[in-house]
């Protein structure tokens, strides 16, 4: 199993440009989030996703998208990038909530100029 | 909302000594799920070791062990006989049981090994 996988490993953008981060699982996971991590801080939930075609917001939604048309692919959109979303962009994925470990992805590291 | 303070942004051991990483947590809830988290240099998260607040038991995994003092809202790891492989950020992080689907992370904690 590759696990979580997330493409592009590295971004730069334009200020007002978009894109789509992509990850994709192959653990057969309900569960799906997206999260950032601003440096010297820990992980923040933007969106999460309990099945295909269920998505809700996390703590810091807002300049982002997301949908769930598979099980496996939960992309996330940025719409009309901004500076505040230069980040370091984690999915992850689980089995089931609660106890249940998150697996996570190796990052995308986006940077907006 | 739950909060979680990790009060050491940086430690460092020596290799085959023990060290400690301190946690802090503040929840209304008496059902949760406490993590610790380890991020190496090449970003990738791993779950190191978890915690159901209903048990106990101390979680224990091989060379790392946990000291879950529910009352005091605390959940430290302690590692033994430290490797140079365990440098690293060590993110603790808390889930509810029901509701929020979240991790909430702390700032995390650098740990150096020193050969």
């Known amino acids: 199993n590759a696990g979580v996988t997330q493409t592009p490993k590295f971004r730069i953008l334009k200020i007002g440009q978009s894109m789509t981060l992509q990850c994709t699982q192959d653990?057969?996971?309900?569960?799906m989030y997206w999260y950032r991590q601003d440096p010297g801080m820990g992980l923040k939930l933007i969106y999460y996703s309990v099945g295909a075609g269920i998505t809700d917001k996390g703590e810091v939604p807002n300049g982002y998208n997301v949908s769930r048309s598979t099980t496996e692919d939960f992309p996330l959109r940025l719409e009309l990038a901004a500076p505040s979303q230069t980040s370091v962009y984690f999915c992850a994925s689980s089995y089931d909530r609660g106890r249940y470990e998150q697996y996570f992805g190796p990052g995308t590291r986006l940077t907006v100029t | 909302a739950q909060t979680v303070t990790q009060s050491q942004p940086e430690m460092s051991v020596q290799e085959a000594e023990t060290v400690t990483l301190s946690c802090t947590y503040d929840t209304s809830e008496s059902d949760y799920y406490l993590f610790w988290y380890k991020q190496p240099p090449s970003r990738q998260m791993i779950l190191v070791i978890r915690?159901?607040?209903?048990?106990?038991q101390n979680a224990t995994e091989n060379r790392f062990s946990v000291n879950f003092q529910k009352a005091a809202k605390s959940f430290s790891l302690k590692i033994s006989d430290s490797q140079l492989g365990d440098a690293a950020m060590y993110f603790c992080?808390?889930?509810?049981?029901?509701?929020?689907?979240?991790?909430?992370f702390g700032k995390g904690t650098k740990l150096t090994v020193n050969p």
């Open positions: 992080a808390y889930r509810s049981a029901v509701g929020s689907e979240k991790l909430v």
């Open positions: 653990m057969n996971h309900n569960y």
């Open positions: 915690q159901e607040a209903y048990k106990q």
